[in-house]
């Protein structure tokens, strides 16, 4: 932030070193005063998602927790316990719901017996884990595999272009560049794979006193 030159967002950053800005939530810590004054700074305001984290100085009142809420946005304090049955809250959206999940059809995202019923697989077992916390049921199909890639008037096939088209709510899974960052939300990242290449070797050569 200009105004605190000892802040540097890692959101503003040039890609890939950065995610949207108003796809992060920040985290500020400090004394309350020093919080809602960073609140007040223009460049912070723009932030969709922003918590402050007082920490009491010794025998003190407990730590709160500010954010903005309602409109125009006004500032508001929580105690631990308000602000944890707040984060749990949110999560609600995810119980008791049917989702359609689209999907590549590579081994790694599912394995299938010979019959075609999904047995596992990073993707289907991320997806069926979270189903089942959630008391949810889903949907695993593979239509929107084919063209990833956006078209010449901007619009997507592929996953990408299932999601802006409300034809899957989960695509499991495509990673974040940077022209897709704008049209998804992109979880942190849900898996890391090791990749290895194998390439010929060079057909030219250098003579000796080359």
């Not at 599912?110 to 189903?131: E, Q, W």
Request: net charge positive; glycine share 6%.
């Amino acid at each position: 932030y200009p105004s605190f030159k000892y802040f540097q967002l890692r959101s503003l950053l040039q890609f890939p070193f950065n995610t949207h800005p108003q796809l992060v939530h920040h985290i500020f810590i400090g004394q309350e005063t020093f919080i809602q004054s960073i609140f007040q700074k223009p460049d912070v305001k723009i932030l969709q998602y922003k918590t402050g984290i007082a920490i009491p100085k010794e025998n003190q009142t407990p730590i709160i927790f500010l954010q903005e809420r309602g409109f125009p946005p006004k500032l508001t304090a929580f105690k631990t316990e308000q602000y944890c049955a707040e984060r749990q809250g949110r999560f609600q959206i995810l119980r008791q719901r049917h989702f359609v999940i689209s999907s590549f059809t590579l081994k790694l995202q599912v394995v299938r017996d010979p019959s075609g019923k999904p047995l596992g697989g990073v993707g289907y077992s991320f997806i069926k884990t979270l189903a089942q916390y959630y008391n949810s049921t889903f949907d695993f199909s593979h239509e929107g595999v084919k063209n990833n890639k956006q078209m010449s008037n901007g619009s997507w096939n592929g996953l990408i272009g299932a999601l802006i088209d409300s034809r899957a709510d989960i695509a499991v899974w495509i990673g974040n560049t940077e022209k897709r960052n704008p049209y998804a939300d992109f979880t942190t990242p849900a898996v890391n794979v090791p990749m290895v290449f194998f390439t010929s070797l060079p057909r030219a050569t250098v003579k000796w006193n080359g």
